[in-house]
């Protein structure tokens, strides 16, 4: 690249015929990345995470407008207890004023629903670990062009609305994943409360976050 590529520019034809100058160089790199960046798509993984009724699946339809879990078998109480952790991927594609979004959710099924729930965690920090090994791979590798980003990039856990706050797993959980991917807490099924009770549950779950050293 020589030194006059900074000075160059182009010609373009505005709406009424006007012709404009349009500044091509250094100073536009971050526009020209943009402009690829939604030409191409974007990834977005999100992990949906706590136990089995509190609306993750409503939730995450109702903000993406479609149906992730169309043939999702519902276990019994005695099959939820029995289950162990299980990690789940739905895909779908979604665009929106020409932008195009792969989006790849999550889901944890299982994941709070044994009667002993010690470690449950651990197969959700492992395909998270998992993933971010993959990508490093694929990064060193030869061919970079087309990379599969399977990153996990936000985890949205669910905490039960009956309560006095954070329970031990939930604790446990945040601490497990805090530093390895952005988790936000949510409490399920909040209108399930009076205005009172929501705003106390959530005064104490923010305190406990602070009391625990919790990373938002």
């Keep these: 690249m020589t030194s006059n590529t900074r000075y160059k520019s182009r010609s373009l034809r505005s ?9 091509v160089g250094f100073a536009t790199l971050p526009n ?22 509190l609306g993750k699946s409503t939730l995450v339809n109702s903000l993406f407008l479609t149906d992730l879990h169309k043939d999702r078998k519902l276990l019994n ?24 979004l792969k989006l790849t959710i999550v889901d944890t099924p299982g994941f709070g629903d044994a009667v002993n ?26 061919n970079r ?15 039960p609305p009956f309560g006095h706050g954070l329970r031990p797993v939930d604790i446990e959980f945040m601490k497990a994943l805090q530093d390895k991917v952005n988790v936000v ?17 959530k005064d104490r779950v923010c305190e406990e976050i602070v009391k625990f050293e919790i990373k938002m």
């Design 15 to 23: 709406e009424d015929g006007r012709e404009e100058k349009e500044y």
């Design 32 to 53: 020209q990345v943009h402009r690829k960046s939604v030409k191409k798509g974007f990834d977005f993984t999100l992990m949906v995470a706590g136990e089995s009724g």
């Design 77 to 100: 109480a005695e099959e939820r207890i029995s289950q162990t952790v299980e990690i789940t991927k739905h895909t779908v594609d979604i665009e929106e004023k020409g932008v195009k």
């Design 117 to 142: 729930n010690t470690e449950c965690w651990r197969p959700i920090t492992d395909y998270i670990d998992q993933q971010f090994e993959q990508y490093f791979r694929d990064e060193s590798g030869l």
């Design 145 to 159: 062009k087309n990379i599969q980003d399977n990153r996990v990039h936000c985890c949205l856990y669910f905490i």
């Design 185 to 201: 807490p949510l409490i399920s099924k909040a209108d399930c409360l009076t205005p009172n009770e929501m705003r106390k549950l």
